[in-house]
């Protein structure tokens, strides 16, 4: 072949269709601020229905999982996301297609070892690195107090 | 006896018949424009089995079955079987095979398994080893998925480089010389990494592979592309198809109409969400077996070099920060079963 591995790479980079981000980014601000909005009229529903901020703030996150892992359940929520990309990715409607998708996959290889053992497979960087993170903003706060006396 | 010609080429002196074939795919694969060609299309993605695994040994079988029925062929009359899939440990095929007795040689060539166990059948054959040996590959989108991507329901986007992995699956069944199509000559590829390291762009990992084995496949044997109806590689899809063109015509030499890819050929780019077009071994086993042996048989085609790629990918490693290496093997099947021509 005369072309060397980086004019390669370049042709075929060249070659290869770039994702429309103009759309995607459209898209997901749409659908993302559309679950944002639904989560906000959930919030006021829960608070119209007499519960104080914090559990009304609960209720809406078990709501959108709720509704998260029954659209997964049924095939859907990965159709909303290949349009939506970002968009039902970020949302915590996201983490729990995340969580579910997996178990459902992985259930023929039996609870322990398929569901069990594989819930965590993509969700499970998002926990590592958050509990990290928040473990490490832990030590800073407590060395900034510390040292405010 | 067969003769090695030099450089992966290996030339038929019996030319021997492909003497049955068949081929079964899923529903999207029989809604697309190659649907009417194929022997047996599911509207269960599952075909009646409880796991994806299962599903992909069944489709093999069913597979298998067509090609002995349109070759009135007994099963136990199948000396030798060469079968591969996608799946760790070959699995597709093993399972397939766990019951039918048969002699089994189980191949991994990626989505290059048809040519690869096509070229062995025939290399068996044309040395009068066994009564018929058969080549047979499967791929099914969601076994795929699962071990080399994400679980099916999961919300991702897919890159416009990224193929769709074809629920198919393809058997030749190779015999002694008897009535077309022949298989004339072989061409078993090399290892070729030109740095491609995106797994969801295989087919511009490939077609590097696909160009240096045709390129050597031609010096060898003396051929041009004007030697072929059709040059068809699979599955390099959209972006490796154009980087194949792209790599010829920096020999001067432009490939024209003469070349597909069965990736392009299974499904509608327009009407079907597959991105850059098709892949998976089942792939370019189906659109052989069930659209293109059948035309060499009519006559409607004459030449056909059947170039399948397969990019080598290990999840593993990609993760590790390798680049893909691929493979591309080339069978030149033919209507024209004349020993002394060459």
């Not at chain 1, 269709?17 to 989560?39: D, E, H, K, Q």
């Not at chain 2, 068996?124 to 699962?146: P, Q």
């Not at chain 2, 592309?225 to 790599?247: A, C, F, K, M």
Request: aromatic share 8%; hydrophobic share 40%.
């Amino acid at each position: 072949m005369k072309l060397t591995e980086s004019e390669y790479g370049r042709l075929a980079k060249l070659r290869s269709p770039n994702s429309n981000v103009l759309r995607n980014t459209a898209m997901a601000f749409l659908v993302g601020g559309a679950i944002c909005c639904a989560g906000q009229a959930l919030l006021n529903i829960y608070k119209m229905l007499g519960t104080d901020e914090i559990t009304a703030g609960t209720l809406t996150s078990v709501t959108l999982v709720f509704l998260s892992a029954v659209m997964t359940g049924f095939g859907l929520y990965d159709k909303i996301a290949k349009h939506a990309g970002a968009g039902t990715l970020v949302p915590i409607t996201g983490f729990a297609n995340a969580v579910v998708s997996p178990a459902m996959e992985f259930k023929t290889e039996g609870y322990v070892l398929g569901v069990g053992a594989k819930i965590f497979i993509i969700a499970g960087p998002v926990i590592v690195y958050g509990l990290a993170a928040s473990a490490v903003y832990g030590v800073i706060l407590f060395i900034v107090r510390a040292m405010r006396g | 006896m067969s003769v090695h010609i030099g450089n992966g080429t290996i030339e038929m002196t019996s030319m021997p018949s492909i003497v049955g074939f068949g081929s079964a795919v899923g529903r999207m694969e029989g809604e697309g424009p190659l649907g009417s060609c194929f022997d047996y299309v599911s509207d269960d993605s599952g075909f009646g089995e409880s796991s994806w695994e299962k599903a992909e040994s069944r489709l093999q079988q069913h597979a298998l079955e067509q090609a002995l029925l349109r070759g009135s062929i007994a099963e136990s009359d199948i000396s030798f079987m060469f079968a591969g899939d996608l799946l760790n440990q070959c699995t597709g095929s093993a399972y397939s095979m766990r019951n039918n007795g048969l002699r089994f040689v189980g191949l991994y060539g990626a989505c290059s398994t048809m040519a690869e166990s096509l070229s062995m059948a025939s290399v068996f054959m044309d040395n009068g080893i066994g009564k018929y040996c058969g080549a047979l590959t499967s791929s099914h989108f969601c076994s795929a998925e699962r071990q080399f991507r994400f679980p099916e329901t999961y919300g991702g986007q897919r890159p416009p480089s990224a193929q769709w992995t074809a629920t198919a699956s393809g058997c030749a069944i190779v015999g002694a010389h008897g009535q077309p199509p022949y298989v004339r000559a072989v061409t078993v590829g090399t290892i070729i990494d030109m740095g491609i390291k995106d797994a969801n762009n295989m087919g511009a990992a490939m077609a590097p592979a696909a160009y240096d084995t045709i390129k050597t496949h031609f010096a060898n044997t003396g051929t041009a592309p004007e030697s072929y109806d059709l040059i068809l590689t699979g599955d390099l899809g959209y972006v490796g198809g154009e980087l194949l063109r792209d790599l010829f015509l920096q020999d001067g030499i432009d490939l024209g109409e003469r070349y597909n890819d069965c990736g392009m050929m299974i499904f509608d780019r327009e009407k079907q969400d597959v991105h850059a077009g098709g892949s998976g071994c089942g792939c370019s086993a189906s659109v052989l077996c069930g659209h293109i042996l059948p035309r060499i048989q009519s006559g409607e085609a004459h030449n056909v070099l059947f170039t399948a790629t397969g990019a080598l990918m290990s999840p593993t490693v990609i993760q590790q920060g390798e680049s893909i290496p691929a493979i591309a093997h080339a069978v030149h099947i033919s209507d024209n079963g004349n020993i002394t021509e060459g």
